[in-house]
């Protein structure tokens, strides 16, 4: 099979088409025949080799979004892109894995995976739709309702608008009778944004953002900020009234903050993490999608041969949604 494989960890140009040995199906397994894959920060960070957590056995074929045929069946399925989650919601199991590092992932056109990690395709979507939404509407999913309880009428901030889970976040909070207000450097990704369903946005590089944001929410502060940026942290506790929620997973900007314990006690705030998500959350995620008519902004599309110019574009932070890798 043809897969984008990384021989060595370092840019984005180590990540190179090759030709490996077909996959096959272990006990439990099913193989699936990719028409789409879907990148994520991660791969970035696993290509990269920087952090000891994501030092894998090589080669390794990055990935965890795809959607595909199921052999053996001939079923439109996606893949749910976490292994292991074990029994209990509230967080899993020890020894889980995510898709793509260290096992083999969907940059290629073959994929072996749990046959409980096969679900349907979403018939409204396309195959690139189809791959774009797991692992970041996942994230976004559990964030909003199964951690941060999100309800209609409330407010509910997303930081950074233009990534992946950002853009479906909006979406999924809107359509849940929320209102949604954003944060970016960026005019034209706030304006994108209200397209998909943001009332308002405000841009953090301009002055006091925090007192923009408390305005926009009428003064209090907003019920429920979803932050992947982390170094944020201090400033997103300060967006929300008393008595709200901070999502919090990634740490884009930073993995370090240092915090005043009283303001949060005081304020009787609840800090959130979350990533990813259980079977439960994915399967909740796509009745969403059944009940509603958005669909995962795709910000390009390119063969599996350009998987690096791909990797350059997501680390730029100029795109806006998800890059999606055409397979057949």
């Known amino acids: 099979m043809r897969a984008a494989v990384i ?46 957590t994501y030092h894998f056995p090589l080669p390794l074929v990055l990935g965890s979004d795809g959607a595909g045929i199921r052999r053996d069946t001939g079923e439109e399925i996606v893949v749910y892109p976490m292994l292991g989650w074990g029994e209990r919601e509230e967080a899993p199991a020890p020894g889980y894995e995510i ?10 056109e073959l994929v072996a995976v749990p046959a409980e990690n096969v679900f349907p395709k979403p018939k409204r979507f396309s195959w690139e739709e189809a791959a774009a939404f797991p692992l970041a509407g996942l ?75 408390r305005e926009l929410a009428g003064g209090e502060g907003v019920d429920v900020v979803v932050d992947s940026v982390g170094s944020t942290w201090p400033d997103s506790l300060r967006c929300l009234r008393p008595g709200g929620r901070l999502a919090v997973f990634g740490a884009t900007a930073g993995a370090t903050v240092e915090l005043e314990v009283r303001p949060i006690y005081f304020g009787q705030f609840s800090i959130l993490g979350t990533t990813m998500g259980s079977a439960r959350d994915f399967a909740a995620l796509l009745r969403a999608i059944d009940d509603g008519s958005w669909a995962p902004v795709i910000d390009s599309v390119r063969p599996l041969a350009e998987a690096a110019d791909a990797h350059e574009r997501i680390e730029s932070g100029s795109h806006f949604g998800k890059l999606v890798l055409s397979i057949s």
């Open 99 to 108: 898709l793509g590092g260290p096992s083999d992932g969907t940059y290629a």
């Open 139 to 213: 994230t976004a999913y559990r964030a909003l309702f199964s951690r941060a309880g999100l309800r209609a009428g409330e407010t509910v901030l997303i930081l950074g608008a233009g990534s992946g889970v950002s853009t479906i976040a909006v979406s999924l909070a809107h359509q849940a009778g929320a209102r949604v207000l954003v944060t970016s450097s960026s005019a034209d990704k706030i304006e994108r944004a209200k397209e998909l369903g943001a009332e308002s946005g405000v841009d953090y590089t301009a002055g006091d953002w925090v007192a923009a944001v």
């Open 7 to 52: 021989h060595e960890y370092g840019g984005p140009s180590v990540l190179r088409e090759d030709e490996l040995p077909d996959p096959a199906a272990g006990p439990d397994q099913v193989v699936v025949e990719l028409k789409a894959a879907a990148l994520n920060r991660r791969d970035t960070y696993l290509r990269k080799g920087a952090n000891p």
